[in-house]
Each structure stands twice: as structure tokens, then as C-alpha cells.
T-cell receptor
């Protein structure tokens, strides 16, 4: 089955700097890669996703890149703000159109220092 | 519009008791997923429902765990004879269909088994 790894487990950046979070996956059949942000006491919130037919996707200050050959994908946050502080999870699925069950990484805690 | 809702938000139970956790998916979403999040861990898939199809129960950790989805909407996750290792946050997600990937999560139910 799919295995998703996320490193490091914590990341601290200065407000205004960029943050990059990387994930690797094992199943070459995986075709969908979402990123979730989870704040304390809340459920995960989908912030951006990418499908295997594109290499990069942007949405304002966040972007995701995908390298299918190396089987890794990354979340990029520019101009970080204190409200970006949260736990970020990457996930992957090799959905064939039926069960799109996601395999998650263990999460990274991002701290943005004011 | 209304998102995924879950109840209760917190549940404390004694070891050996049965518990029921409820999920109300987003209206019109036919796919529903249950995940479990243990302390400091990523999310672990438990079970998937899609319309009237037989559920995918491949993630359920033991036969003490079961789930139902009545009328294609509300779902209930039941844990019988709870154990301390069942303590976790149980998250429900829904998706427009099994073939559409975006999953939207509820706030979760924090289960504590004493």
C-alpha cells in the first residue's frame, strides 16, 4: 500500500519568510495529492491540492509542486504570517474512481515567529 | 453552506463500554469517510461509504469497530468494549462522490477511554 513520509516534524520561520514542507510517497500509481492545515481543536482544512497531470499549482501565497519521477511533492508558503502557524498534513491517493481513501503523512508543525 | 458536523465533540468513557459517534456530511455528498487521528500521528483511514454500495471496511482495526450509514446521509461509528488504545480523535470527511477527490473534514470527536 501507499506510504507517505513527511519531514521534518517541526519547522520555525520568521514572519515574512518562506516555508517549504516536503513529502515523499511510495506508490507510483498515486494521482492526487492534497494538503491540509489543522489548527488546534479543529478538523483538517483542505488548502490546496494537485493532480498528477500537472507539476505546479498556485493559490495566492501558497503553491504545491509535484515531481512524479522522484515521487515527492512540496508545499510552499510565501510571506508567512503568524496565522499560518498550524499543523500541515500531506496526503496521497491512487484512486481509480471509487474509494479515494487518503494516506496521510504524520504532519509538520509550522511556527511563524512574529 | 453548512460543513461536515460531528457529535459529540468530546466523549469520555470507561474501558469496556460501547460508544457511538455521529457524522452529518455535507448535503449532497455521496461519499463519506471515517479516519482516526492518534496523538502526534497522521490520520488513519477506517471505513468508506459511497451511495448504496457495500462499504470499504479495510481500515477498521478490529471487529469491535463498525459503522453504518442510514439513508445515504448520516453515519454512525460504533466502538464496542472500548480499550484505552481506542483513545483518539475520530474524524469524518465527505466528498461529492467517490470519483471526486476533494474531502472535507468535520471537527472530529475526541474520545478518551479511562
Amino acid at each position: 500500500g501507499e506510504n507517505v513520509e513527511q519531514h521534518p516534524s517541526t519547522l520555525s520561520v520568521q514572519e515574512g519568510d518562506s516555508a517549504v514542507i516536503k513529502c515523499t510517497y511510495s506508490d507510483s500509481a498515486s494521482n492526487y495529492f492534497p494538503w491540509y492545515k489543522q489548527e488546534l481543536g479543529k478538523g483538517p482544512q483542505l488548502i490546496i491540492d494537485i493532480r498528477s497531470n500537472v507539476g505546479e499549482k498556485k493559490d495566492q501565497r501558497i503553491a504545491v509542486t509535484l515531481n512524479k519521477t522522484a515521487k515527492h511533492f512540496s508545499l510552499h508558503i510565501t510571506e508567512t504570517q503568524p496565522e499560518d502557524s498550524a499543523v500541515y498534513f500531506c496526503a496521497a491517493t491512487a484512486s481509480t474512481g471509487a474509494n479515494s481513501k487518503l494516506t496521510f503523512g504524520k504532519g509538520i508543525t509550522l511556527s511563524v515567529r512574529p | 453552506g453548512a460543513g461536515v458536523s460531528q457529535s459529540p465533540s468530546n466523549k469520555v468513557t470507561e474501558k469496556g463500554k460501547d460508544v457511538e459517534l455521529r457524522c452529518d456530511p455535507i448535503s449532497g455528498h455521496t461519499a463519506l469517510y471515517w479516519y482516526r487521528q492518534s496523538l502526534g500521528q497522521g490520520l488513519e483511514f477506517l471505513i468508506y461509504f459511497q451511495g448504496n454500495s457495500a462499504p470499504d471496511k479495510s481500515g477498521l482495526p478490529s471487529d469491535r469497530f463498525s459503522a453504518e450509514r442510514t439513508g445515504g446521509s448520516v453515519s454512525t461509528l460504533t466502538i464496542q468494549r472500548t480499550q484505552q488504545e481506542d483513545s483518539a480523535v475520530y474524524l469524518c470527511a465527505s466528498s461529492f462522490s467517490g470519483g471526486t477527490y476533494e474531502q472535507y473534514f468535520g471537527p472530529g470527536t475526541r474520545l478518551t477511554v479511562t
